[in-house]
């Protein structure tokens, strides 16, 4: 009967550990995992920092025009937010109102380069059109993205057509067009405008420049342990010299409750002790069982 429960409980843990590989190998991968801030790993650092995006837009004549390169907000870490012009000059080149779209969108450039890790959470927002009338496109198709495949042309492309890519030889749509650009193919539909989209690759781990923030946090807060015990230790003083009874704001009540603090202080420290040396033992035991 023993042995019936051993063979139960090894296969359960068997098919837990094949559910969670299973899940492990089709999940999206976090850029922060392959790549991030380090700044005792300069290879690794640069990398991460030479990601970037670019707008870009083609009309039906092909001709490629690109915007301004986009590093990584300042302000919100992790994030690319992308405010690309697209003039109206360069969308049919004759000023006669006969713009035309081919394709447009955003392009993720300098992603680390092995196709293994593909597809990336990117949680795509604020992904729309402004035309030069002030008319708002939003594009719900791009806001709902939450991962993307390595486009056939390297990194990662956002691409905005109002038709199909078709392969000639195959038939196969290679490029897919999106839903809320439909019609901006035709003459005098697409005059140009201001192409909007904002990219979360998920904020990076607290390393390298921000050690100097945490240090400084600490060193603070040691301060302000330093203060409490210098004021403490001085009411404590004063107190003993003023009362000998115990109220609910006097310093009996603090020099008794500072004596019992420090006759349990050696079995609260071995007790911590033996807590984390359980919680070590039971990371051990996680990452021995992943290597497995």
């Known amino acids: 009967m023993r042995s019936m429960k051993k063979l139960f409980v090894g296969m359960t843990a068997a098919a837990i550990a094949a559910s969670c590989m299973s899940i492990n190998a089709f999940a999206a991968t976090k850029l922060n995992d392959v790549i991030h801030p380090d700044e005792n790993d300069k290879e690794m650092n640069d990398s991460y920092y030479s990601v970037g995006c ?27 937010i992308i405010e690309y012009k697209i003039s109206k000059a360069i969308v049919d080149g004759a000023l006669d109102g006969k713009g035309t779209l081919g394709d447009m969108g955003v392009m993720v450039c300098n ?21 030069e009338d002030g008319t708002e496109t939003v594009f719900d198709s791009l806001n709902s993205i939450t991962e993307m495949q390595e486009d056939p042309e390297g990194g ?10 078709v392969d000639e030889t195959t038939g196969e749509v290679t490029k897919k067009a999106l839903p ?28 390298g420049a921000d050690d100097s923030s945490s240090k400084k946090e600490d060193d603070s807060s040691s301060k302000k342990d330093d203060s409490t015990k210098d004021t403490s230790s001085k009411k404590d003083d004063s107190t003993k010299s003023t009362t000998t009874t115990t109220t609910t704001t006097g310093g009996g009540t603090a020099a008794a409750s500072d004596d019992t603090a420090k006759s349990a202080q050696p079995e609260t420290g071995a007790a911590e002790g033996l807590l984390f040396a359980g919680v070590a033992i039971a990371a051990a035991g996680v990452v021995v069982s992943k290597r497995k």
Not at 55 to 76: H, R
Not at 111 to 131: G, L, Q, R
Not at 186 to 202: I, V
């Open 54 to 80: 670019m707008g870009y837009f083609m009309s039906q004549k092909w001709k490629w025009n690109q915007g301004e390169w986009v590093g990584w907000s300042e302000e919100e870490p992790g994030k690319f």
């Open 180 to 207: 809320e650009a439909a019609g901006w193919d035709q003459e005098g539909n697409f005059e140009g405008g201001t192409l909007y989209m904002t990219l979360d690759f998920g904020a990076p781990d607290a390393a």
């Open 156 to 165: 990662i492309r956002f691409h905005i057509r109002p038709t199909d890519e």
């Open 111 to 131: 992603m680390p380069d092995d196709p293994s890790k593909y597809p990336y959470e990117v949680k795509v927002s604020n992904a729309k059109f402004v035309a």
